[in-house]
């Protein structure tokens, strides 16, 4: 997906499977955000992101470029990370606390998909347990290549 195409133009290439998602998980609206390093109030809108909080309804994402970094902090614990990239689908699921953050390129691109886009406000913990975790991206080529592993 070309970073020029238009966010109808997005939604137009992945229609089958945001339909898909729809059906399949209740979702009745789907649109696309767009974050470059030099989208306006972007270090705003990071900090609204990056402080754990939770949606009355599940935060479903399909990334089409760039990556970022999700933090999930289950009941109990303990917290992890989830690091997306284009071509990942993540559900977080309603009332699960968690936090995103944008590795360093500062560039993400992702389908985003709604029960009811109104309802879907962020209810900040205020728990502060996110300055306990430092966001580290580490990138499609941390991982070894199949060929590359040791055997068992
Ligand atoms: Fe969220």
């Given amino acids: 997906m070309p970073s020029a ?3 109808d133009e997005v939604l ?9 998602l729809k059906t399949r998980g209740g979702y009745t609206a789907a649109d696309v955000i767009d974050v470059r390093p030099d989208t306006p109030g972007l270090d705003a809108m990071l900090a609204r992101f990056s402080s754990e909080h939770w949606h009355d309804e599940d935060e479903v994402r399909f990334i089409v470029e760039g990556r970022g970094l999700f933090h999930i ?6 917290v992890f990370a989830i690091e997306v990239e284009a071509g990942d689908l993540i559900r977080v ?14 560039r ?3 389908i985003r998909l709604f029960e009811q886009p109104s309802g879907w406000t962020p209810h900040y913990t205020e ?14 080529s941390y991982f070894p290549r199949e060929d590359l592993r040791s055997p068992a």
Avoid: M
Wanted: proline share 10%; with cysteine.
């Fill in 12 to 20: 137009a290439a992945y229609a089958d499977k945001v339909d898909e």
């Fill in 73 to 78: 902090s289950p009941p109990g614990g303990p």
């Fill in 93 to 106: 699921p309603r009332g699960t606390h968690h936090w995103f953050d944008l590795c360093a390129d500062r």
């Fill in 5 to 7: 195409a238009t966010a």
């Fill in 108 to 110: 993400i691109r992702a």
């Fill in 127 to 140: 728990s502060g347990v996110d300055r306990n975790f430092q966001p580290v991206c580490f990138g499609g």
